[in-house]
């Protein structure tokens, strides 16, 4: 039963939002209208049939995946049942089948056009705006519309006129993506007469807006207010390796906790089934995946998603240089000279007037094992430009940022955590990165909410520096997370001798928290009075410490909060959070040593304990109540 419930919760990925404020208010009369450019896969598609008529190609249809999962409920049924004495291939065959007959018609041919005469239901701002949307199509092919209505609140009953929705066949390059997203621009102007237009771009439409500033940018520069790419993936995905090379193994754990953070779970269930094998997700994505395969391996958007240092291995190994001459031509084209020029081109696109921004995850492993840090979907290199540590791994110590793009000393652009650094970013003063951030749960925290409001709505040129509680890096803050933490007197994620108190606030929206223990590595401190200390929701405690910081700067410690949930279902947990002492003269870095592991190492008594642990939850829960007895010893004996 619990296979078949960690099944259910991975195809589920509703996801509910609750309506913020704004962070800065905003007062005026004239409002640029704001284009959607949506993730991949978002918009509507149709094929022409030859007797006139249309047939629905692409988007949700709930009464046709009903119709079907009931006309194959036996072969499912048997599935089940096949899947529990470890047999994976049936369900997996019974729904591939399914799937390759639902999306026939999103096929394409190998040179990348599509087999099929497919089209976007909506193409110029008449017929794309939440006005006509509602009005027409009783809101379908609305994008982000929980984030939209706070911007309505603010313009009062007319503010769907605003909203426009751009679609685009996502199967495509991302090149004729862009294309079709700078006709829609001037259909929008033209529309509604504005002098410009904002642009809130996300996951794939990132990587289309970014392409499309790349490509007309500075000549559209009059006619662009603010461009927010939020969680973008501006240099593709590690999922697009894994779906040409086949070397997908689920993180599960990973998975469930991506899950967990959608939903806003207020329980942590993902660690309790790290120790229950889920290895059979990966039984049924191998038998499954060549279905997928026979419908999207000529997309050439997914051949653009592909990483820079996998593609020429891919490519060659999987496409016919013949058959696929004319996809290959194209897909070398971003490459080999769209990408690689982006940072030229979008700062060149700053400094022509138009406000560009950046909102990103870091600090998660990917939900497919890739080997580097992200949002578990988009990485961070790829999403920012940013150098990053191996996943797991961090710069050591003393570690020199690179400052290929800015290098500017007195720019701190080296994450708390010292994985990321972002002096090599597209616009490292222009972009924030949100650590423990998921993939497309940018809106499901106050702090990513008020930033992206401030960015999207305020016409003034903003950078790291404009707002202080907008900090470039930045703990994730999703109910989820349960528990923030950060120095009273030090910008988030550093600490100096200016700091005499840990703050530490309750990110739950159901229960109320005791903090159990608070525990430090790399710096001899102690916390006072933390033991079953009580945060109400919503609340915050500024809880003192005495000892002495380091005199020293570019040194990564760690603190640990240990806490119980009042009433949840899974009461106890714990968060790490990061941090880097500035205190001093830098230390040096070990160029011999330039990378080292992201966490401290236990300590000897406890690798012990954990010999004796084979289960992967058990040991989790082993290391919170060690550690936990630990603090307590240490600050109050």
Same mark, same amino acid.
């Given at each position: 039963?619990?296979?078949?419930?960690?099944?259910?919760?991975s195809?589920?990925?509703?996801?509910?939002?609750?309506?913020?404020?704004?962070a800065?208010?905003?007062?005026?009369?004239?409002?640029?209208?704001?284009?959607i450019? *949506?993730?991949?896969?978002?918009?509507?598609?149709?094929?022409?049939?030859?007797?006139?008529?249309?047939?629905?190609?692409?988007g949700?249809?709930?009464?046709?995946?009903?119709?079907r999962?009931?006309?194959?409920?036996?072969?499912?049924?048997?599935?089940?049942?096949?899947?529990?004495?470890?047999?994976?291939?049936?369900?997996?065959?019974?729904?591939?089948?399914?799937?390759?007959?639902?999306?026939e018609?999103?096929?394409?041919?190998?040179?990348?056009?599509?087999?099929?005469?497919?089209?976007t239901?909506?193409?110029?701002?008449?017929?794309?705006?939440?006005?006509?949307?509602?009005a027409?199509?009783d809101?379908?092919?609305?994008?982000?519309?929980?984030?939209?209505?706070?911007?309505g609140?603010?313009?009062?009953?007319?503010?769907?006129?605003?909203?426009?929705?751009?679609?685009?066949?996502?199967?495509?390059?991302?090149?004729?993506?862009?294309?079709?997203?700078?006709?829609?621009?001037?259909?929008?102007?033209?529309?509604?007469?504005?002098?410009?237009?904002?642009?809130?771009c996300?996951?794939?439409?990132?990587?289309?807006?970014?392409?499309?500033?790349?490509?007309?940018?500075?000549?559209?520069?009059?006619?662009?207010?603010?461009?927010?790419?939020?969680?973008?993936?501006?240099?593709?995905?590690?999922?697009?390796?894994?779906?040409?090379s086949?070397?997908?193994?689920? #993180?599960?754990?990973?998975?469930?906790?991506?899950i967990? !953070?959608?939903?806003m779970?207020?329980?942590?269930?993902?660690?309790?089934?790290?120790?229950e094998?889920?290895?059979?997700?990966d039984?049924?994505?191998?038998?499954?995946?060549?279905?997928v395969?026979?419908?999207?391996?000529?997309?050439?958007?997914?051949?653009?998603?592909?990483?820079?240092?996998?593609?020429?291995?891919i490519?060659d190994?999987?496409?016919?240089?013949?058959?696929s001459?004319?996809?290959?031509?194209r897909?070398?084209?971003?490459?080999?000279?769209?990408?690689?020029?982006?940072?030229?081109?979008?700062?060149?696109?700053?400094?022509?007037?138009?406000?560009?921004?950046?909102?990103?995850?870091?600090?998660?492993?990917?939900?497919?094992?890739?080997?580097?840090?992200?949002?578990?979907?988009?990485s961070?290199p790829?999403?920012?430009?940013?150098?990053?540590?191996?996943?797991g791994?961090?710069?050591? #110590?003393?570690y020199?940022t690179?400052?290929?793009?800015?290098?500017?000393?007195?720019? !701190?652009?080296?994450s708390?955590?010292?994985?990321?650094?972002?002096?090599?970013?597209?616009?490292?003063?222009?972009?924030?990165?949100?650590?423990?951030?998921?993939?497309?749960?940018t809106i499901?925290?106050?702090y990513?909410?008020?930033?992206?409001?401030t960015?999207?709505?305020?016409?003034?040129?903003?950078?790291?520096?404009?707002?202080?509680?907008? *900090?470039?890096?930045h703990?994730?803050?999703?109910r989820?997370?349960?528990?923030?933490?950060?120095?009273? !007197?030090?910008?988030?994620?550093?600490v100096?001798?200016?700091?005499?108190?840990?703050?530490?606030e !309750?990110?739950?929206?159901?229960?109320?928290?005791?903090?159990?223990?608070?525990?430090?590595?790399?710096m001899?401190?102690?916390? #006072?009075?933390s033991?079953?200390?009580?945060?109400?929701?919503g609340?915050?405690?500024?809880?003192?410490?005495?000892?002495?910081?380091?005199?020293?700067?570019?040194v990564?410690?760690?603190?640990?909060?240990?806490?119980?949930?009042?009433g949840?279902?899974? *009461?106890?947990?714990?968060?790490?959070?990061?941090?880097?002492?500035?205190?001093?003269?830098?230390?040096?870095?070990?160029?011999?040593?330039?990378?080292?592991?992201?966490?401290?190492?236990q300590?000897?008594?406890?690798?012990?304990?954990?010999?004796?642990?084979?289960?992967?939850?058990?040991?989790?829960?082993?290391?919170?109540?060690?550690n936990?007895?630990?603090?307590?010893?240490i600050?109050?004996l």
């Amino acid at each position: 039963m619990k296979k078949i419930i960690a099944v259910i919760l991975s195809l589920v990925i509703a996801l509910t939002l609750s309506v913020q404020t704004f962070a800065v208010e905003v007062k005026r009369d004239e409002f640029y209208p704001i284009i959607i450019v *949506p993730g991949y896969s978002s918009s509507g598609l149709y094929m022409n049939n030859e007797d006139g008529t249309k047939t629905h190609v692409w988007g949700i249809d709930i009464n046709l995946i009903l119709k079907r999962v009931l006309a194959r409920s036996i072969d499912l049924a048997k599935g089940i049942g096949e899947l529990t004495k470890g047999n994976a291939k049936y369900i997996a065959d019974t729904v591939g089948g399914e799937f390759a007959e639902m999306f026939e018609h999103m096929r394409c041919n190998p040179d990348g056009s599509s087999v099929y005469d497919v089209h976007t239901y909506t193409s110029t701002a008449a017929d794309s705006s939440n006005t006509y949307l509602l009005a027409n199509e009783d809101g379908k092919y609305m994008y982000e519309q929980e984030i939209m209505g706070m911007y309505g609140s603010y313009i009062g009953e007319d503010w769907n006129d605003y909203i426009f929705n751009f679609s685009t066949d996502f199967r495509r390059n991302v090149e004729k993506c862009a294309a079709d997203l700078d006709k829609y621009i001037d259909s929008v102007l033209e529309y509604t007469g504005a002098e410009k237009v904002n642009l809130y771009c996300v996951s794939h439409g990132g990587q289309v807006g970014a392409t499309f500033l790349n490509l007309y940018g500075e000549k559209k520069a009059d006619k662009l207010n603010n461009v927010l790419l939020t969680i973008p993936a501006i240099g593709g995905s590690p999922i697009a390796y894994g779906f040409f090379s086949g070397d997908i193994k689920f #993180d599960e754990e990973n998975l469930l906790y991506f899950i967990e !953070n959608g939903m806003m779970f207020e329980n942590d269930y993902h660690w309790l089934l790290s120790n229950e094998s889920l290895d059979f997700l990966d039984d049924i994505l191998h038998y499954f995946l060549p279905y997928v395969r026979h419908i999207m391996e000529f997309w050439g958007s997914m051949w653009d998603f592909v990483p820079a240092e996998e593609y020429e291995k891919i490519r060659d190994s999987y496409l016919d240089s013949d058959a696929s001459a004319e996809l290959i031509k194209r897909t070398d084209r971003f490459h080999h000279e769209i990408y690689p020029s982006m940072t030229e081109k979008l700062r060149a696109c700053v400094d022509a007037g138009i406000n560009v921004y950046i909102i990103a995850g870091t600090g998660n492993r990917d939900i497919i094992g890739y080997k580097a840090t992200g949002d578990a979907i988009i990485s961070t290199p790829s999403s920012t430009g940013a150098t990053c540590a191996p996943c797991g791994e961090r710069f050591n #110590d003393g570690y020199k940022t690179l400052g290929t793009v800015c290098n500017n000393e007195s720019h !701190n652009h080296l994450s708390p955590s010292m994985e990321v650094d972002a002096t090599t970013a597209y616009l490292p003063e222009y972009t924030w990165f949100v650590d423990g951030l998921y993939h497309g749960m940018t809106i499901k925290s106050d702090y990513n909410t008020d930033l992206i409001t401030t960015l999207m709505y305020n016409d003034e040129r903003a950078d790291l520096y404009t707002y202080p509680e907008f *900090p470039q890096f930045h703990a994730d803050t999703n109910r989820c997370q349960a528990v923030f933490a950060k120095f009273n !007197n030090s910008v988030e994620g550093y600490v100096s001798d200016s700091d005499n108190a840990l703050i530490i606030e !309750n990110c739950s929206k159901k229960y109320d928290l005791r903090i159990v223990s608070v525990s430090c590595n790399g710096m001899d401190i102690k916390i #006072d009075k933390s033991f079953m200390t009580e945060i109400p929701v919503g609340g915050r405690i500024e809880i003192p410490f005495t000892g002495d910081i380091p005199n020293a700067s570019g040194v990564k410690t760690q603190v640990t909060v240990n806490y119980v949930q009042v009433g949840a279902v899974t *009461p106890f947990g714990s968060r790490t959070f990061d941090f880097t002492i500035i205190n001093g003269e830098k230390v040096d870095f070990d160029s011999e040593n330039p990378i080292v592991n992201t966490d401290f190492p236990q300590d000897m008594l406890l690798e012990i304990i954990l010999k004796f642990i084979p289960s992967l939850g058990l040991q989790k829960l082993a290391v919170l109540v060690y550690n936990t007895v630990k603090a307590l010893l240490i600050n109050f004996l």
